[in-house]
C-alpha cells in the first residue's frame, strides 16, 4: 500500500492554510465530514479550534483515529 503525503490548502479561519496528510488520512476526513454533514474545512475548522499546541496535521490524525474507535467500539 502506498500512501503518499498529499498538501491541499483550505480556508481555515478565515484564513488559507495548508496541510500534508497522507490520502487514506484524506479519504477518511471526508467520510467523516459526509456523515456529519460538514464540509471538509468546517471539520478541519472544528478541529483546529480543538487542538491547543498540536500540530494540526497531527491533531487531524488523532481526531480520525479516535472517531474511528467510537464507529467501531460505540464509544
Not at 456529519?36 to 497531527?58: K, M
Request: without cysteine; glycine residues 12%.
Amino acid at each position: 500500500m502506498t500512501a503518499g503525503v498529499r498538501k491541499r490548502s483550505l480556508s481555515i479561519a478565515g484564513h488559507r492554510t495548508s496541510i500534508s496528510l497522507e490520502e487514506p488520512f484524506w479519504d477518511a476526513l471526508g467520510r467523516l465530514a459526509e456523515r456529519r454533514g460538514l464540509s471538509v474545512p468546517a471539520l478541519v475548522s472544528e478541529i483546529d479550534r480543538g487542538r491547543g499546541d498540536t500540530n494540526l496535521s497531527s491533531a487531524i490524525r488523532v481526531h480520525l483515529l479516535l472517531a474511528a474507535g467510537q464507529a467501531e467500539y460505540g464509544g
